[in-house]
């Protein structure tokens, strides 16, 4: 699928004369007449999100991962090697209210699926060092994907409404979610339209400076308008003279249609050049796919 440019913090105008009441969404200030106008309102509940349209987007962003809380990790995941920085508590969640169908990102997620991929390790010319140090205790054998390299595109699961539990009422199999292949792509030409950002936030999940070799980043994007959502999910690897790794996922919701695309390019590529920037990478693998939720959004 086409790339499309990162989701940014927009810049709003403002005319002269009176001002509109402003109301602050995260580092964002929107105005409350697009609010209004959207049908949209800002959660006021000690979360940060939107509802908008049948839709709940809420960001939370935690701290880093504690010692205690990175043995539990470890266990879970059966290793001994996390990134430098996990933001456990960190996440992204979408949630559709009719269907109970809710899109989610978070760290632990992302890291089941680098665990369950197991690249081999990059070879750089570091490695050396990083091999075998001055003293036997200070060796390090890289024999992991040290890079935290993730094939992670979000996680989706179903759940009912403590209201519905209560009540008895069945989930009809007909607004249950599913992921199909399609040849839909992600409407670029409407993100680039003019309409009001009401929605911005970004959150890291996981991220590592590879032993001051590079980076690997894992981060997510969402921002919202009154026609829609788009959100970009990144994994981000720069190897220091060896290799740059992109994965990107984006999702693009229209409120008006109940099958809306996400596509997911990877691209990978040595380079010796740190200069080369990551739109020109080749794209090694692309897939696009509609999460279909049947029922009334």
Known sequence: MPKTSNPERPKQSRKAGKQ?????????????????????????????????????????????????????????????HLPEMVFGESSLVLKHVISGAKIHFNAFDALTGWKKEALPPVEVPAAAQWKFRSKPFQQVILDYDYTFTTPYCGSETIGLDTEKKDSGEILEASCRPCWEDCEEQIDVAALASKEPILFYDEVVLYEDELADNGVSLLTVKVRVMPSCWFLLLRFWLRVDGVLMRLRDTRMHCAFSDSANPKGYPTDAASYSDPSIISQKLPVIMHKTQKLVVRGNL
């Open 20 to 80: 509109p009441k402003k109301i602050t969404a995260m580092e964002l200030e929107v105005d409350d007449k697009d609010l209004k106008a959207a049908g949209a309102e800002i959660l006021t509940d000690g979360h940060h999100g939107l509802r908008i349209h049948g839709w709940e987007i809420v960001s939370y962003k935690g701290s880093i991962l504690k010692s205690s809380s990175v043995i539990t990790w470890e266990e879970k995941l059966e290793t001994s």
